[in-house]
């Protein structure tokens, strides 16, 4: 396992590329809206990311699966019960009182920023709210141990206690990514695992920590585009990410706007 660490010229890129992904998902929230298809979801964070200098990184990303197509979109769409992955389209109709997870990266002068979002559409029942605010702190458990000192395993298990202890599931199969020059970098980052455990946490390192959470069951199946993966039980799912680096100090969120 290589995990990179940044230069002070690559993290500067990357706070660039962070800051564009952070500008799309405030777009995003500003016009997401019962009766609009996820296809117009796609067309604004298209628009954003190129207005900014960026280009959505997602757009042709090859799985590297036999007889997968390249994915054709901008952005991940994945709605309800809907985990991650999902395909923009022109049917696809968002409802009052879904929950829509939007995953997106965008690359700007050669390195990526990555960030999940999921959104409560009009008004939800309390349950769905409930899960989207439960895989928000997730995030937030993990990072209070991406420090100097800790290791990746103390994320990982921060992560998969808290959701545990709410009563959900964490997705097993997918996991978060160090990031950087490429979408995809080592270390991988599962949102499960055992305190003590993994690479010590240093200086320089971008990682994308991106809990995946299930309202039931953590079993899942992919659907036959290649691509979308939902629940298997049809019981609602979220989605929760930002980009980070490890500094001296508290971690820093790249796909954040500063206050």
């Known amino acids: 396992m290589l995990v990179s660490i940044k230069s002070n010229r690559e993290i500067e890129l990357m706070r660039e590329a962070g800051k564009v992904v952070a500008l799309t998902y405030e777009e995003l929230e500003k016009r997401i809206k019962p009766g609009m298809s996820t296809w117009e979801l796609d067309q604004i964070a298209e628009q954003t990311m190129r207005s900014l200098g960026a280009v959505p990184a997602e757009k042709g990303f090859d799985s590297g699966i036999r007889g997968v197509p390249p994915f054709p979109a901008s952005i991940c769409v994945s709605i309800n019960d809907e ?118 946490l240093e200086p320089g390192m971008t990682l994308a920590i991106e809990p995946m959470v299930i309202q039931g069951k953590p079993n899942i199946l992919e659907l036959d585009d290649g691509w979308t993966i939902i629940t298997e039980d049809g019981s609602l799912a979220a989605h929760y990410e930002n980009t980070i680096l490890i500094t001296e100090k508290e971690p820093e969120i790249l796909t954040i706007l500063k206050k």
């Open 83 to 200: 985990v991650i992955h999902g395909i923009p389209s022109k049917k696809r109709i968002i409802k009052e009182g879904d929950i829509v997870s939007i995953d997106t990266v965008a690359l700007k002068n050669g390195y990526n920023g990555d960030a999940a979002r999921t959104f409560m559409v009009g008004k939800v029942s309390k349950d769905a709210q409930r899960l989207v605010e439960v895989t928000k702190q997730a995030f937030f458990e993990g990072i209070k141990y991406a420090k100097v000192g800790y290791r990746l395993g103390d994320i990982c298990h921060a992560i998969g206690e808290y959701v545990h202890s709410q009563g959900y599931s964490v997705v097993r199969e997918f996991e978060g990514h160090g990031i950087g020059s490429q979408m995809h970098e080592d270390p991988g980052i599962p949102n499960y695992g055992k305190a003590g455990r993994g690479i010590r």
